[in-house]
């Protein structure tokens, strides 16, 4: 995916696996999993994905999530 990070106003590349979809009632929607670039689980707020696409690579969640 492409993503959008506010804070350092930088757009990059990452490989999620994603395990859950957080969503709390009044904040913005998240996308939790294991990022491949920082080989470890992350938060992704949903709408600064920019662009998105479905690997056919398959994964395992992590036990321990």
């Known amino acids: ?3 959008f990070t506010a804070s350092r ?3 990059s590349e990452r490989m999620l696996d994603p395990y859950l979809l957080h969503i709390y009632r ?3 929607p998240y996308v939790i999993g ?3 670039s920082r080989q470890e689980v992350r938060w992704f707020r949903v709408d600064r994905i920019e662009d998105l696409q479905v690997l056919e690579q398959k ?3 992590d036990p321990l999530f």
């Open 9 to 11: 106003n930088t757009r």
């Open 1 to 3: 995916m492409r993503y």
């Open 34 to 36: 294991y990022c491949h």
């Open 26 to 28: 009044g904040t913005n």
């Open 59 to 61: 994964f395992v969640q």
